[in-house]
């Protein structure tokens, strides 16, 4: 940054010196050019008004002048290149221009151009026709040369001057990048410094953000927020492994408890058998719940491609209700299904039966007998809604916005091996999420429940 900034800065510096040099290099080459034309013009006046009008008369004879420390010499030659007249000493500066060089003189107000004289002093010439007297024959001309080593000498003393100071201004523009760049650097420093101390068990801390300037306020609140959603996720990770050894010690105690009491005394083979049986089904409980969580773990990874394919929505929830139907009338629920007929949609057949079947589950376990449970399916705009309601004893208010949850039950307990594990509704949702879509719940205590998968069709989930 320091060596960019010296770069730019100095660069910058010498663009600016350079043109206020060739500035004052033309203005004083077109005043010279300028003072040679009022030299010209007088010079020419005072032939005119010497004696007899001739430039060969005594009365007019040039002389060297100092003019601003610049030396003045006056040349008439004839339409041959003779010279007439020239002031004492030009002879030795400066040779007569030739003839070809008069001839190619086309405009009266001259020709100027800079030469060097035989010693290499630099000279700045104007050559222009003049009226010829009376008494003269042919045309005349004039040459003024003006000699510039006075104007070389300052241009020499300014350009000395320039090059100091561009060497200061070169120190300078380093010691002020460098602070500049330290002091743009010590924010970034900070946060590096922040980010090198955060470990898994201090997420907690943030970056500062007082007295950041803009460009940097915004990385380090995004780096807040990722160190935000860093933390939610630990909590996460730490509060859903406790949670897993704590449904998994269950069972585990069961099993523990069922085989050291059946070994603690010889018993019968109907003894045995129950509690073979009783072992049976909480391995039963062991697996499904290592199922689910293992489902779960491949839907936060997205390791496995949804297998869609076109189907009738109508004949796959009749196959649900089907398989809930024994469930429904042993419990004394009316389990009914509606949907709107032709109904279709891609979907991945076995995810949304094991959405919906887990969604039917819940509703029956909360509905006491004489309640209803309806499935329903229907088209809203482009979207397919598939919605499970009962007439069970709902959910307080409280508890809607974290029943999605994984290991959330609304019972306090969570003992005993009949209990849920609390990730039938977890597992909905990260189905529905999978496909693109969204699961909505309604309930009222004592009035019963309403969930709603809304699921857009696939082309409304790759332009998300």
């Not at 010196?17 to 060739?22: E, F, K």
């Not at 026709?129 to 004039?142: D, K, T, V």
């Not at 946060?191 to 007082?210: F, Y």
Request: hydrophobic share 40%; with cysteine; charged share 25%.
């Amino acid at each position: 940054m320091t060596v960019w900034y010296v770069l730019s800065a100095f660069a910058l510096i010498l663009i600016a010196t350079g043109l206020l040099y060739w500035v004052l290099v033309n203005g004083m080459y077109r005043e010279d050019v300028n003072d040679l034309g009022d030299i010209l013009q007088n010079a020419t006046l005072l032939l005119r008004a010497s004696n007899g009008g001739s430039a060969a008369s005594p009365g007019f004879e040039p002389t060297r002048t100092a003019r601003y420390r610049s030396d003045i010499y006056v040349r008439v030659l004839d339409e041959d290149g003779r010279t007439l007249v020239e002031t004492p000493g030009l002879a030795s500066q400066l040779p007569a221009p030739t003839q070809a060089q008069l001839a190619a003189i086309r405009s009266r107000h001259g020709v100027s151009r800079q030469i060097l004289s035989r010693r290499g002093e630099p000279f700045l010439t104007l050559i222009a026709p003049i009226a010829a007297p009376r008494a003269a024959a042919g045309r005349q001309y004039m040459q003024i040369a003006m000699d510039r080593a006075h104007d070389e000498f300052l241009l020499a003393r300014y350009r000395e001057r320039l090059w100091r100071i561009l060497g200061v201004s070169l120190v300078l523009c380093s010691v002020v990048g460098y602070l500049i760049a330290r002091g743009g650097m010590r924010p970034i420093e900070g946060i590096s410094r922040t980010a090198e101390r955060i470990r898994a068990t201090t997420l907690h801390e943030r970056i500062s953000t007082g007295g950041l300037p803009d460009e940097l306020r915004g990385l380090a609140e995004t780096f807040n927020s990722m160190l935000d959603r860093l933390e939610q996720s630990f909590r996460h990770i730490s509060q859903f492994s406790d949670d897993v050894a704590h449904e998994l010690r269950t069972p585990i105690n069961n099993l523990r408890g069922e085989i050291e009491v059946a070994l603690g005394k010889a018993r019968s083979a109907e003894e045995y058998r129950e509690v073979l049986g009783s072992c049976f089904e909480e391995c039963t409980r062991i697996s499904r719940l290592i199922r689910t969580l293992l489902f779960l773990a491949r839907s936060d990874t997205a390791a496995d491609a949804l297998q869609r394919e076109p189907i009738d929505l109508g004949e796959e929830l009749a196959k649900v209700g089907a398989f809930y139907e024994p469930a429904a009338g042993e419990g004394g629920v009316r389990l009914r299904v509606a949907c709107t007929a032709g109904l279709r949609a891609e979907l991945d057949r076995t995810l949304l039966q094991q959405a919906v079947g887990n969604l039917v589950s819940n509703a029956l376990a909360h509905t006491p007998a004489g309640g209803s449970v309806e499935i329903a399916a229907s088209a809203r705009g482009q979207d397919v809604v598939i919605a499970v309601a009962d007439t069970g004893c709902g959910i307080a208010q409280e508890h809607l916005a974290r029943v999605f949850e994984r290991f959330y039950r609304i019972e306090q307990s969570r003992t005993g091996s009949q209990q849920n594990a609390g990730l039938g509704l977890a597992v909905v949702k990260s189905i529905v999420g999978r496909h693109g879509g969204r699961v909505e719940i309604e309930s009222a205590v004592g009035e019963g429940t309403r969930v709603s998968l809304i699921l857009p069709p696939p082309a409304a989930v790759g332009r998300a």
